[in-house]
């Protein structure tokens, strides 16, 4: 689903896809996304942010609590506290605008791909991930570094799985806290930034220098290698 106000760009968009193959269903507002959405089947939803009547952040949001489809946001807003909202919220890449049709072409068939390959091997890796150095099994709750076991609490090997099983996703602290304590946050960062620090010094090589958990400042955490 191609979900694009300008008609000019949604139809060159929807051109060049069709011509690569592709089937597309358009929306033209936030609203007529959501009743797409509910009706069809989508591999691929491409969403602009500016729209009208419900925002395309509010139908990413939407479509996370439901579905895991890939999102491609393409929007003109291209600081990169919006690519990491964007990215937080739950999409799987982030087109800025103008784009050139090769660019977007490459983006599409890599996330499908991605997506495709993902769902073929889900069943025989889904409990077994390698991230960097780090071998975790999130089914039997261990991790190794370089074939060393570490040692891990409960609550710090949950927030690593979260991070390893959403790879693409930043994290808020309030969003940390409900995943992770089931519960909602007031504001108390002690608490976050504790766990954070000390699996930090469990997992990284240089812990103020970080390359599993990233910090995305101003916004929260993600991972920083897949």
């Known amino acids: 689903m191609l979900v694009e106000d300008d008609v000019e760009i949604s139809?060159?968009?929807?051109?060049?896809?069709n011509k690569e193959g592709f089937d597309l269903?358009?929306?033209?507002?936030?609203?007529?996304?959501?009743?797409?959405?509910?009706k069809y089947t989508f591999d691929l939803v491409i969403l602009d942010l500016m729209i009208?009547?419900?925002?395309?952040?509010?139908?990413?949001?939407?479509?996370?609590?439901?579905s895991?489809?890939?999102v491609l946001i393409m929007s003109a807003k291209d600081s990169d506290v919006d690519k990491a909202?964007?990215?937080?919220?739950?999409?799987?890449?982030?087109?800025?605008?103008?784009?050139?049709?090769?660019?977007?072409?490459?983006?599409?068939?890599?996330?499908?791909?991605?997506?495709?390959?993902?769902?073929?091997?889900?069943?025989?890796?889904?409990?077994?991930?390698?991230?960097g150095d780090l071998s975790i099994d999130?089914?039997?709750?261990?991790?190794?570094?370089?074939?060393?076991?570490?040692?891990?609490?409960?609550?710090?090997?949950?927030?690593?799985?979260?991070?390893?099983?959403?790879?693409?996703?930043?994290?808020t602290k309030a969003q940390l806290y409900r995943f992770i304590w089931n519960d909602d946050y007031y504001g108390d960062e002690n608490v976050i930034n504790v766990h954070i620090r000390r699996l930090r010094e469990k997992i990284e090589e240089n812990p103020s220098d970080p390359c599993y958990i990233k910090t995305i400042w101003g916004i929260g955490y993600k991972l920083g290698i897949s």
């Not at 139809?11 to 896809?17: C, F, P, R």
């Not at 009208?52 to 439901?66: A, F, T, Y």
């Open 85 to 131: 909202l964007g990215l937080g919220f739950g999409a799987d890449d982030y087109l800025t605008k103008p784009f050139s049709m090769i660019e977007l072409t490459a983006r599409v068939k890599a996330i499908i791909r991605r997506a495709t390959d993902y769902s073929k091997d889900e069943q025989k890796v889904d409990s077994f991930r390698q991230i």
């Open 11 to 17: 139809e060159m968009v929807s051109v060049q896809l």
């Open 138 to 171: 999130l089914e039997n709750f261990s991790v190794l570094k370089n074939g060393t076991e570490i040692k891990l609490t409960s609550k710090e090997f949950s927030i690593l799985k979260l991070f390893v099983t959403n790879p693409s996703r930043v994290f």
């Open 52 to 66: 009208p009547k419900v925002s395309g952040m509010d139908i990413l949001k939407s479509i996370r609590e439901n």
């Open 68 to 70: 895991k489809v890939p």
């Open 25 to 38: 269903v358009t929306a033209f507002d936030g609203e007529e996304a959501i009743t797409n959405f509910a």
